[in-house]
C-alpha cells in the first residue's frame, strides 16, 4: 500500500489520532486485570464491600472512558478510510481517461472496473482496520507482557515463549497468502469479463443456442476461482485456531507454574488472576493482529493491482496547440502505416490523400480492410506506426486532445447511448445547446419525426444503452448528438447501417447541406458513397484506389465490383 500513500496525506490528522484514542482505550484496557488484582487481593480477602464497590467503580469509568475513546476511533478511522477510497476512487477514474486506447485496449475494460470497485474497497478496508487495530493490538500484546514482567518476571517468560512462536505463524500466512490474493483477483476479472461479454452478446448466444457452453464456460472460470480461493482460505483458516491453541496453552503453562508460586508465597491470588487475565488480553490482541494480516494482505494485493494501473502512462503525449479550423487543409495523410499492438500484420500501409475543407470523403472496403482505423487515426485515437496524419493544416500530434474532440464529431459503428433522456444524450456534444441547435440537429439526423411521436419528446428517458430503441432510432440519435456540437468535421463510421435507403438518401441530403463541415462517411454501401468529392478504396489495409464514384468505376475494380453488388 506505500505506493498509493500520497492519497492519505489529507488525512494525516486522522492517521494520528485514530490509533491515538485507540492506544489510550488500550491503556484503560491494560488497567482493568491490575484492578481486579486488588479487589481479589484486598476486597475479597479482607472482606471489605466497601473497597470492593469502590473497585468496581473505577472499573466501570475506566469501561465508560475505554469506549469512548473506541468510539472516537472508529469515528476517525471510518472517515479517513472513506475519504481515501473516494479521493483514490476519483484519482483511479480520472487516469483511466487520460490513458490512450491502446493501454485501455492492453489492459481491458473488465479488469479496469474490477480495480476501480473491489480494489478500491480491499484498499479502503485496509486503512480502515490498520487505524483500528495496527496500534492497539501490538500494544495490547507489549503491554501484557510488560505488566505481567512487573509481576513475576519468570512467569513472563512463558510470554516470551510464546510471542516468537505466533509471530513466525503470521509471518507464514501472510507470505503464502499474498500471491494467491493476487491472482484471484485475475480470475475475478476473466469472470467479469465474460459476464460482461455474455451481457452484450445475449441476442447472438440465444440465437447459436449457445446458452449450455456458455454456462459451461461460466460454471468453469467460477469453479477455478473457487479452488484458488479455497486453497487461500484453507491457509488462512489455519491462522486463528493455531493462535487459540499456542496461547490456551500459554494460559496452562501460567495457571500451571503460577499456582505453585501462590503455595510458596510468591505470587498472590489476585496477581495469579491479573496474570491470567493478561494472557488472555494477548489472545485476544493476537487474533485481531491475525485478522488484521489477512485484511492487510487482500489489501495489499489489491493495492498493488491500483498502483498498475495509476503507474501506467499514455504511450501518446498531449500537445498544446489549438485546432485551427478555418485550413483549407482539413486532411492529410502522409504515407501512413499502422499496426495495432500485437496484432501482428498492418492495419493500414502506406496510405495518402488530402481533403480539403468543406469537402467528402468517402471510406469503402471489405471487413478488416482498414477504413475504421483511418477514422481512429483521425481522432488520434492511436498514432501512425509510420508517417503523417494532419488535420486542419497541422500533424495531429501537435494537439491538445481535448481540443482536436471538441472540433471533430465522431459517430462509432456501435451506436452508444446513456442512461438518461433523448435530451441529455444530446447535450454531450455541447452542454449549452439550446432547443433549436437541438432541433436542427435532429432534423438533419432525421430524427425528429420519430422523436415528437414519443409521449415526452425531448424528456423520453433512454435505459442503458437506449435499448428502448430500435437500431435505426439509436443511429440518428447518435449522428445528432454528434451534429449539436455544431463539429467543423463529422465522421460517420458505418453509423448508417440501419437506414433505410430513403432516410440514408435524406440523410446525405441534409449533411450535405450543412455548408462548411467536413465529412467522412465509412459505408459497406457505393451508393452512399457517390456523391463524395474523394472516395478511398481499401483493401487489406492497402489503398487500391482513389477518386470520384466515376473516376473509380473505370479505374478501380474493387471499387466496381462493390458498386454492382450493391446496386443488385
Same mark, same amino acid.
Given at each position: 500500500m506505500q505506493k498509493l500513500l500520497r492519497f492519505l496525506k489529507p488525512y494525516v490528522p486522522y492517521l494520528i489520532f485514530g490509533p491515538l484514542f485507540k492506544l489510550l482505550e488500550a491503556i484503560f484496557e491494560l488497567i482493568v486485570p491490575a484492578v481486579m488484582a486488588k479487589?481479589?487481593?484486598?476486597?475479597?480477602?479482607?472482606?471489605d464491600i466497601t473497597?470492593?464497590?469502590?473497585?468496581?467503580?473505577?472499573?466501570?469509568?475506566?469501561?465508560?472512558?475505554?469506549?469512548?475513546?473506541?468510539?472516537?476511533?472508529?469515528?476517525?478511522?471510518?472517515?479517513?478510510?472513506?475519504?481515501?477510497?473516494?479521493?483514490?476512487?476519483?484519482?483511479?477514474?480520472?487516469?483511466?481517461?487520460?490513458?490512450?486506447?491502446?493501454e485501455l485496449d492492453k489492459l481491458g475494460s473488465s479488469t479496469l472496473i474490477n480495480r476501480i470497485t473491489n480494489d478500491v474497497t480491499a484498499s479502503q478496508s485496509g486503512v480502515n482496520m490498520f487505524i483500528r487495530l495496527a496500534s492497539r493490538a501490538p500494544f495490547l500484546v507489549v503491554g501484557a507482557i510488560v505488566m505481567a514482567l512487573l509481576i513475576d518476571w519468570q512467569l513472563s517468560l512463558i510470554f516470551l515463549i510464546i510471542a516468537p512462536i505466533v509471530g513466525f505463524l503470521l509471518y507464514f500466512v501472510m507470505h503464502r497468502t499474498i500471491p494467491m490474493y493476487g491472482a484471484n483477483q485475475k480470475r475475478l476479472d476473466r469472470i467479469a469479463r465474460r459476464t460482461g461479454e455474455n451481457l452484450d452478446g445475449v441476442r447472438v448466444i440465444r440465437a447459436f443456442a449457445r446458452q449450455k457452453q456458455e454456462d459451461e464456460r461460466f460454471a468453469e472460470d467460477c469453479a477455478e476461482l473457487e479452488r484458488s480461493m479455497l486453497a487461500a482460505g484453507r491457509i488462512s483458516a489455519v491462522l486463528n485456531p493455531l493462535t487459540f491453541l499456542i496461547l490456551n496453552l500459554?494460559?496452562?503453562?501460567?495457571?500451571?507454574?503460577?499456582?505453585? #508460586? /501462590?503455595?510458596? +508465597?510468591?505470587?498472590?491470588? $489476585? @496477581?495469579?488472576?491479573?496474570?491470567?487475565?493478561?494472557? %488472555?488480553q494477548i489472545l485476544l490482541a493476537m487474533v485481531q493482529l491475525a485478522n488484521l494480516i489477512q485484511i492487510l494482505t487482500k489489501a495489499q494485493a489489491s493495492s498493488l493491482r491500483i498502483a498498475e494501473v495509476l503507474e501506467t502512462r499514455s504511450s501518446m503525449?498531449?500537445?498544446?496547440?489549438?485546432?485551427?479550423?478555418?485550413?483549407?487543409?482539413?486532411?492529410?495523410?502522409? #504515407? /501512413?502505416?499502422? +499496426?495495432?499492438?500485437?496484432? $501482428? @500484420?498492418?492495419?493500414?500501409?502506406?496510405?495518402?490523400? %488530402?481533403?480539403?475543407?468543406?469537402?467528402?470523403?468517402g471510406l469503402i472496403g471489405g471487413t478488416g480492410s482498414g477504413k475504421s482505423t483511418v477514422a481512429a487515426l483521425i481522432t488520434r485515437s492511436y498514432d501512425p506506426t509510420e508517417g503523417t496524419v494532419r488535420v486542419f493544416g497541422k500533424d495531429v500530434r501537435s494537439y491538445k486532445g481535448t481540443a482536436l474532440h471538441r472540433c471533430i464529431g465522431t459517430v462509432p459503428q456501435k451506436a452508444v447511448l446513456f442512461t438518461g433522456t433523448i435530451a441529455e444524450n444530446l447535450r454531450w456534444a455541447d452542454a449549452d445547446a439550446d432547443e433549436q441547435t437541438i432541433r436542427a440537429a435532429l432534423e438533419t439526423a432525421q430524427a425528429a419525426e420519430f422523436v415528437d411521436a414519443m409521449q415526452y419528446?425531448?424528456?423520453?428517458?433512454?435505459?442503458?444503452?437506449?435499448?428502448?430503441?430500435?437500431?435505426?432510432?439509436?443511429?440518428?440519435?447518435?449522428?445528432?448528438?454528434?451534429?449539436?456540437?455544431?463539429?467543423?468535421?463529422?465522421i460517420l463510421d458505418d453509423s448508417m447501417s440501419a437506414l433505410d435507403y430513403a432516410t440514408d438518401a435524406a440523410l446525405r441530403k441534409a449533411l450535405a447541406e450543412r455548408?462548411?463541415?467536413?465529412?467522412?462517411?465509412?459505408?459497406?454501401?457505393?451508393?452512399?458513397?457517390?456523391?463524395?468529392?474523394?472516395?478511398?478504396?481499401?483493401?487489406d489495409g492497402r489503398c487500391v484506389g482513389q477518386g470520384t464514384h466515376q473516376e473509380l468505376l473505370k479505374t478501380c475494380d474493387v471499387y466496381r465490383e462493390i458498386y454492382e453488388a450493391s446496386a443488385k
Open positions: 479487589i481479589i487481593d484486598n476486597g475479597i480477602g479482607g472482606h473497597y470492593i464497590w469502590k473497585m468496581i467503580g473505577v472499573i466501570v469509568v475506566l469501561g465508560m472512558c475505554g469506549l469512548g475513546f473506541a468510539l472516537t476511533c472508529q469515528y476517525l478511522a471510518a472517515r479517513c478510510a472513506f475519504g481515501y477510497g473516494t479521493d483514490l476512487r476519483a484519482a483511479l477514474f480520472r487516469h483511466i481517461q487520460t490513458l490512450s486506447q491502446t500459554g494460559i496452562v503453562a501460567v495457571l500451571w507454574f503460577g499456582g505453585g #508460586h /501462590v503455595d510458596t +508465597g510468591r505470587l498472590s491470588q $489476585g @496477581d495469579l488472576t491479573a496474570f491470567a487475565n493478561y494472557m %488472555t503525449q498531449d500537445g498544446t496547440e489549438m485546432p485551427d479550423t478555418a485550413s483549407e487543409e482539413a486532411i492529410c495523410f502522409e #504515407h /501512413v502505416t499502422f +499496426g495495432y499492438p500485437g496484432a $501482428g @500484420d498492418a492495419a493500414l500501409e502506406d496510405i495518402s490523400f %488530402t481533403l480539403q475543407k468543406g469537402q467528402t470523403l419528446g425531448l424528456e423520453t428517458h433512454l435505459v442503458q444503452g437506449g435499448r428502448n430503441l430500435s437500431g435505426g432510432q439509436k443511429q440518428r440519435l447518435t449522428i445528432a448528438r454528434a451534429l449539436t456540437g455544431k463539429p467543423a468535421m463529422l455548408q462548411g463541415m467536413t465529412t467522412v462517411v465509412i459505408s459497406q454501401r457505393a451508393t452512399s458513397l457517390m456523391h463524395a468529392d474523394l472516395i478511398l478504396v481499401l483493401e
